[in-house]
């Protein structure tokens, strides 16, 4: 009995649809199996900087940008743990998957290129708005900090985990190692968040560094989610969604490209 062409394979239509959720769904689940390591403890991270900047500074700082300085600083605390934990999340599935040698059970499915950067980008995304709507309900209850314009402050969450989470899943690709993934992690990811004023006004700088600090992502990121908590800016939050819609495109494709040539990914 001969079998058709339309009978042995499988047809899933421009998009599979079923292989992207299963996908996005176990990089869900695989960080959700863990909360507490995942959820619980970036928030009690987050509340331990709250905590000791306004011990160690404590109530006598001058307002910044016409608000309490714990006000200002808060809203950087929840985006640098939005990012860390974005990345974190798509760059450890990554590396793990490649040094365990089971990379194949993801390459082996009927996924293109772009099902699988938008499968790890949903894990990476969905922990990151957990992590912020976390931090959001304790900042809520313990600061009395509410979202002045929640859209905003959701879109660029959202941003934050997108690029961060795109950028995590490059850097997975990238490293063959773990001590080269946490070279990664300590001499770019750290320094892109702590370097991107979330513990300052950029207005306080010397104008050069002024300047350098508009070319970090991640500063329009920090910005663009304090316009939102507190409704003040160093910037235009449009501009902070063009510029990181831009970074997120650019690292997504740069990724896309990567998985689509199995640099690294295939013998």
Known sequence: MQISADQSERRFGTVNWMG?????????????????????????TAGLFLLIFNIAIGPGRPDVMGVPFLTFLAPGIMMMTV???????TSSS???????????????????????????????????????????????????????????????VVLGGAFMGALGLFAGIFANKFDQMAAITNFIVTPLAFLSGTFYSVQALPPILNRVSHVNPVFYLIDGLRYGMIGVSDSSPWLGIAVCTGATLLVGALTWQMLRTGYRLKA
């Open 20 to 44: 992207l959720y299963t996908l996005a769904q176990r990089e869900t689940l695989r960080f959700l199996a863990v909360w507490t390591q995942t959820l619980l403890a970036p928030l009690v």
């Open 83 to 89: 990012i860390q934990n974005a990345f974190a999340n």
């Open 94 to 156: 990554m590396v793990i998957a490649k040094v365990q040698g089971n990379i194949v059970d993801t390459l082996m499915p009927p996924l293109s290129p772009l099902e699988i950067l938008l499968g790890y980008l949903a894990g990476g995304v969905a922990r990151g708005v957990l992590i912020a709507c976390v931090v959001a309900v304790a900042l809520a209850l313990v600061l009395g900090i509410y979202p002045r314009n929640p859209l905003f402050a959701l879109l660029f």
